[in-house]
């Protein structure tokens, strides 16, 4: 898998988090800090030897879908999926 397809993974997780109807404020703004920290990754356009920026979107991802599986299953697996894809370049 290229960068490409990481940045199009992120960017389809990114509309979710814009999409998602968030069940309370804390969920809301859980949510709109995870989209604005994927897009200052996506913005940021990395050189691909950079695996800093991801290597910091690792554990926010992993907390999200803990704090997002049961209220927003679907989006659990689509971060689920980014970070499979992050293992994948070790990040």
């Known amino acids: 898998m290229d960068q490409d397809q990481l940045h199009r993974r992120l960017a389809q997780l990114h509309a979710e988090l814009l999409a998602a109807q968030p069940v309370d404020a804390e969920s809301r703004a859980r949510l ?3 989209a604005q920290d994927i897009r200052a990754v996506l913005d940021a356009k990395p050189k691909p030897a ?3 920026p991801y290597q910091a979107m690792r ?3 992993k907390e999200a ?3 997002f599986e049961a209220s927003h299953p679907q989006l659990s697996k689509t971060i689920e999926n980014v970070i499979d894809t992050l293992a994948l370049y070790n990040l």
């Open 65 to 67: 879908v803990t704090t």
């Open 50 to 52: 950079s695996t800093e």
């Open 32 to 34: 709109q800090q995870l």
């Open 59 to 61: 554990p926010k991802l």
